[in-house]
């Protein structure tokens, strides 16, 4: 069974600072895995997919890593800003068994400190 | 292109009552997914539904909860006789193929009192 575990589960910083969120999982069979953003109340936003054949995806300040031998991927945002305050999520999807569902973790709060 | 909507966004019930949670996916996507989110917990899988067709259950309670994507229509969710430890967030993703990325709706708070 796949289980996927977030550290910190929170985190506050400076605006400006440059920072690291984690994200580990316990079955390398992934297909994919993923990074959202959810805001308060609000839905999931999705920030980067990175396909099981990829290392790595960038996307403005956001770069996400992936390393499946490790069981270990990472969300690195540059130049926080206010507006990256939210909580984060990873989520892996397994490969084969014909089902797409996706195991979350718990997430990291993140506040960024004008 | 709209996004994936669902409806309503709020939901109260009493104990013992019927919750009807609706999500219509994204134009062109045939593949339909739900996940809850309980107080302080994860989002969990519990079904994914193609259309007329239940292609995994598995995350799903044995009992009082239901799901169908008719041909046409949006897919629902249905819990029967709630009871509190119901009351979470319930979010609907689609895809336009199984192995594309899931879109999120903003989700229907359910509580139940």
């Known amino acids: 069974k796949q289980e996927v575990t977030q550290i910190p589960a929170a985190l506050s910083v400076p605006e400006g600072e440059n920072l690291v969120l984690n994200c580990s999982f316990t079955d390398s069979a992934i297909y994919n895995l993923q990074w959202f953003r959810q805001d308060p109340g609000k839905g999931l936003t999705s920030l980067l997919l990175?396909?099981?054949?990829?290392r790595e995806q960038t996307s403005g300040r956001l770069n996400a890593s992936l390393d499946k031998s490790s069981g270990r991927s990472t969300l690195y945002i540059a130049a926080s800003q206010p507006g990256d305050s939210a909580t984060y999520l990873c989520a892996a999807e397994l490969a084969g068994a014909g089902s797409y569902q996706l195991t979350f973790g718990k997430g990291t709060k993140l506040s960024v400190i004008p | 292109n709209a996004g994936v909507m669902q409806n309503p966004r709020h939901l109260v019930r009493r104990r013992g009552q019927e919750a009807r949670l609706r999500c219509s996916p994204m134009k062109g996507h045939s593949h339909v997914y739900w996940y809850r989110q309980l107080p302080e917990e994860g989002l969990k899988f519990m079904v994914y539904?193609?259309?007329?067709?239940?292609?995994?259950e598995s995350g799903m309670p044995k009992e009082r909860f239901s799901a169908e994507f008719p041909k046409e229509g949006p897919s629902i969710l249905r819990i029967q006789q709630v009871v509190r430890g119901d009351s979470a967030a319930y979010f609907c993703?689609?895809?336009?193929?199984?192995?594309?990325?899931?879109?999120f709706g903003p989700g229907t708070r359910l509580t139940v009192l």
């Open positions: 993703a689609s895809s336009r193929t199984g192995t594309d990325t899931q879109y």
């Open positions: 990175i396909q099981s054949s990829q």
């Open positions: 539904l193609q259309k007329e067709n239940i292609i995994d």
